[in-house]
C-alpha cells in the first residue's frame, strides 16, 4: 500500500513570496498529481507528473522517481492562491487508469 | 480539457431516506469511475471503483448495500446512499480519467442528514 505524505500541513505566507510544498511516497507509482481544493469542495488537477518539471504560470512542479519525492513550488503568491493543496499517486494497473491515493493536503493562506 | 459534473452539489436528507448522487463524463467516455469521501479535516479517500458494465469494486469496509453504485452507461455512474444516518454526512466525489492523463474531478456533493 502506497503511503503518501505532505509537509507541511498548514502553511501562512506573505503575499510576494515563494511556497514549496513537498510530498513524498512509500513505493513506485505510474504518475503523481498535484490538486487544488477550494473551500467549497470542488478539486481541480493542477499537475500530472511522472517524471522532470513542468510548469504552468507561476506554478512549478518536479519529480525525483528515484527518491520518490516531489514538490510544488509557487511563485510570487497571491491571496488567490489560498487552498489546499492535495498531492496524490496513481498506479495503473493492466493499462486501466488506478485509483488515487492521496496525501492530506496543505492548507495554504496567502496574507495581503 | 475534459469536465466531470456531479449533481447534486449538496443535498440535506431526513434519517431513513435515500440520496441519489450522479457524476457524468461531458465529453469523454469513462469505463472507470471512482467514488471519494472526505470527512471534515481528513484527506479524500476511495470508497469504491465503478466499472461500465459490471459491479463495483468496493474498499474495505465500505457497505456494497449502503452505497449503491451504477455504473450502466460509458458517461454516467450514480451512487445511492441508502437509508442515510447523520454519520454518512460528508462530502462525495467522484472522477474519471483515461490511462496516462490527468484525473477529472466532479464539484463534489456536500451531504447532510438531519
Known amino acids: 500500500k502506497n503511503e503518501v505524505e505532505q509537509s507541511p500541513q498548514n502553511l501562512t505566507a506573505q503575499e510576494g513570496e515563494f511556497i514549496t510544498i513537498n510530498c513524498s511516497y512509500s513505493?513506485?507509482?505510474?504518475?503523481l498529481h498535484w490538486l487544488q481544493q477550494h473551500p467549497g469542495g470542488g478539486i481541480v488537477s493542477l499537475f500530472m507528473?511522472?517524471?522532470g518539471k513542468k510548469k504552468h504560470g507561476r506554478l512549478i512542479a518536479t519529480i525525483n522517481i528515484q527518491e520518490k519525492h516531489s514538490s510544488l513550488h509557487i511563485t510570487a503568491s497571491h491571496p488567490r492562491d489560498s487552498a489546499v493543496y492535495i498531492c496524490?499517486?496513481?498506479?495503473?494497473?493492466?493499462?486501466?487508469?488506478?485509483?488515487?491515493?492521496f496525501g492530506k493536503g496543505t492548507k495554504l493562506s496567502v496574507k495581503p | 480539457g475534459a469536465v466531470v459534473s456531479q449533481h447534486p452539489s449538496w443535498v440535506i436528507c431526513k434519517s431513513g431516506t435515500s440520496v441519489k448522487i450522479e457524476c457524468r463524463s461531458l465529453?469523454?467516455?469513462?469505463?472507470?469511475m471512482f467514488w471519494y469521501r472526505q470527512f471534515p479535516k481528513q484527506s479524500l479517500m476511495l470508497m469504491a471503483t465503478?466499472?461500465?458494465?459490471?459491479?463495483?469494486?468496493?474498499e474495505q469496509g465500505v457497505e456494497k448495500d449502503k452505497f449503491l453504485i451504477n455504473h450502466a452507461s460509458l458517461t454516467l455512474s450514480t451512487l445511492t446512499v441508502t437509508s442515510a444516518h447523520p454519520e454518512d454526512s460528508s462530502f462525495y466525489i467522484c472522477?474519471?480519467?483515461?490511462?496516462?492523463?490527468?484525473?477529472?474531478f466532479g464539484q463534489g456533493t456536500r451531504l447532510t442528514v438531519v
Open positions: 472522477s474519471a480519467g483515461q490511462v496516462n492523463t490527468e484525473a477529472f
Open positions: 465503478s466499472n461500465e458494465g459490471s459491479k463495483a469494486t468496493y
Open positions: 513505493v513506485g507509482i505510474s504518475a
Open positions: 465529453d469523454f467516455q469513462a469505463t472507470t
Open positions: 507528473l511522472s517524471s
Open positions: 496524490a499517486v496513481s498506479m495503473n494497473y493492466g493499462g486501466s487508469q488506478g485509483n488515487l491515493i
